[in-house]
């Protein structure tokens, strides 16, 4: 009896942090549903389907580029081998740790017209103004594109090159054996194969490019991101900011409900012989100092090229740079990324935990819903979540109307609204870390446990806990950093005059002053490169 009141609570308590994180989604398909809103419709017969457009055309830009510079790189880092193959396996993903409006205003101050490049022209061939000749401007879309695909292309990378290493080798060896050229071995067999991982991964890469709002706002590209933002901060409306949302949420359930229907449609036979350190292609001559420039072409572009003007105006600005706001904004990143973390993995244990001792069919339910949060845009999460907190603190004053107690905005103008969107955005990620640990748990020291008398809490605390230490690590780093780059949702959420350091980075890359708080940028670059070190550490020990 006293067991199954045990499992009772934990019942309750999973289900309860599933309410609570889902309540956002919920709240905000409610009000996207609710009666016409004057601004919505003032925006549906104007601008809304440009933004729709722009959304589109940088959707399918973004993934036509990646697939441009990822497949041939996952290509030859999985089946070739050519000179410096070992570093650039891994030195390819570190544009991950780039944001995206970073490496925007570097190439927009690079290549605007005051910029060192435009300079460098009109003295070597004398023009003298703009109407001597022509040079691209890269503010536009189809600059904001090159931007994003830059920083994204690694997911597609990082994926395909997987998919291509656990393919079989018979089944390569026998292309060759049909005389087929490399090239054909890489369209007939190879991306067929791959064909499930190259969706998956192109879904993330156009959620990812869905949520982006600093690079398309610094690029004065309207999508429906920056609708969001300019409709609540424009218009103060949030039922107009919510349908917006809806349609976002449409083309993110679109993304990822074909994910899930090429992974469904994919099955893999035969891994027994799957590609390790075996190179099909030993490339000599011409052909392996093609590839190496190529990989040495989209490192700099990508990664190396940003990093060194940052660190070239940290040097220049160092004084400016190096002051007491930048003290202050890290401390406050640093202490809401520990809190987020610290609750993700709380959360993320309890639920987890009522997974494994649970008897209901049901028991996967609470963790599914409660990581639902993950796929919302920064913009539409701090929509999402504005509405339950607003209604909160409406009722709560209502309630205390008429006594000397008058609590203001407790829950929607305070730190507990982004403390809060980031549980809700990054719980996912807490889960499937400390999810992984878990399974290596044997269930026969539950047992062995109970067998000893231990109830519930007793072989969590004593047991399961010690166990996770891996995984509890990897969930409090992934959560961290990811709270430490976040930026849409605390333009939006953050309190008056409190500042993060991507915020505070965003206001000098707005202001064409990104060479002030060119510290700040380095410092997120930098801790922006510790996930991609463990990774690469996973990586190199799977395959060994």
């Known amino acids: 009896m006293q067991s199954l009141l045990s499992l009772s609570k934990w019942q309750v308590f999973a289900w309860l942090i599933g309410v609570c994180l889902s309540a956002p989604l919920a709240f905000l398909i409610f009000e996207s549903l609710q009666g016409d809103s004057d601004v919505f419709t003032h925006l549906w017969d104007t601008v809304l389907w440009d933004y729709i457009y722009n959304t589109l055309v940088l959707i399918a830009g973004v993934l036509l580029l990646s697939c441009l510079i990822a497949l041939p790189l996952g290509w ?5 081998q050519f000179p410096g193959k070992k570093y650039f396996e891994w030195a390819l993903m570190l544009p991950l740790a780039m944001p995206t409006y970073i490496i925007a205003y570097v190439y927009t101050d690079l290549f605007d017209y005051a910029g060192p490049v435009q300079i460098a022209l009109r003295e070597w061939f004398g023009w003298q103004s703009p109407d001597d000749y022509w040079f691209f401007d890269i503010r536009t879309l189809g ?34 054996l049909m005389g087929m050229s490399p090239l054909q071995s890489f369209f007939k067999v190879s991306l067929p194969l791959a064909r499930g991982a190259i969706v998956a991964a192109l879904a993330l890469i156009s959620m990812e490019t869905m949520a982006d709002f600093a690079t398309v706002h610094y690029f004065a590209v309207s999508t429906l991101t920056t609708a969001v933002y300019d409709t609540w901060l424009g218009y103060y409306s949030l039922t107009a900011a919510a349908k917006i949302s809806g ?59 940003p990093v060194g003007v940052l660190v070239s105006y940290s040097i220049d600005y160092f ?48 963790g599914r819903v409660s990581s639902t949060g993950y796929a919302l845009p920064g913009t539409v999460l701090a929509i999402a979540v504005l509405l339950p907190l607003t209604l909160l603190d409406t009722k709560l004053n209502d309630w205390l109307e008429g006594t000397t107690f008058e609590p ?23 889960q499937g870390a400390v999810e992984a ?47 430490m780059k976040e930026l849409p949702a605390a333009l939006l959420l953050r309190p008056f005059n409190f500042e993060t350091l991507a915020t505070h980075v965003f206001q000098y890359v707005s202001d064409e002053q990104l060479e002030l708080a060119s ?26």
């Open 76 to 80: 030859l880092t999985a089946y070739c």
């Open 143 to 176: 600059g904001a594109i090159v931007m994003i695909a830059l920083v994204l292309y690694p997911y597609l990378y990082l994926i395909f090159k997987t998919a291509l290493r656990e393919q079989s080798f018979k089944l390569l060896q026998a292309s060759q």
């Open 247 to 305: 349609i976002m949420l449409l083309f993110l359930f679109v993304a990822i409900t074909l994910e899930k229907i090429s992974r469904k449609n994919t099955t893999v036979h035969e891994r027994q012989s799957a590609v390790n350190d075996t190179h099909l292609y030993v490339l000599s001559g011409k052909y392996a100092w093609l590839a190496s420039i190529y990989c040495i072409v989209v490192l700099f572009f990508a990664f190396a090229l």
């Open 319 to 366: 004084d400016q740079a190096w002051n007491s706001e930048f003290f202050l904004y890290a401390w406050q990143s640093l202490k809401i990324s520990l809190w987020v973390s610290v609750i993700a993995i709380a959360l993320s244990i309890i639920v987890l935990f009522y997974q494994r001792i649970g008897k209901q069919k049901s028991k996967a339910l609470p």
């Open 408 to 430: 203001g905005l407790l829950f929607s103008g305070t730190i507990f609204a982004m403390v809060f969107a980031y549980v809700v955005r990054f719980y996912a990620i807490a």
């Open 437 to 483: 640990s878990y399974v290596r748990i044997s269930p026969s020291l539950d047992m062995a446990s109970q067998s000893m008398g231990r109830n519930f809490a007793q072989m969590l605390s004593s047991v399961h806990i010690p166990l996770l230490r891996g995984g509890i690590l990897t969930a409090g780093l992934l959560v961290f950093i990811e709270c």
């Open 519 to 544: 510290i700040s940028a380095l410092f997120i670059v930098l801790v922006g490169l510790v996930p991609l070190y463990f990774v690469n550490r996973s990586m190199e020990q799977h395959n060994s």
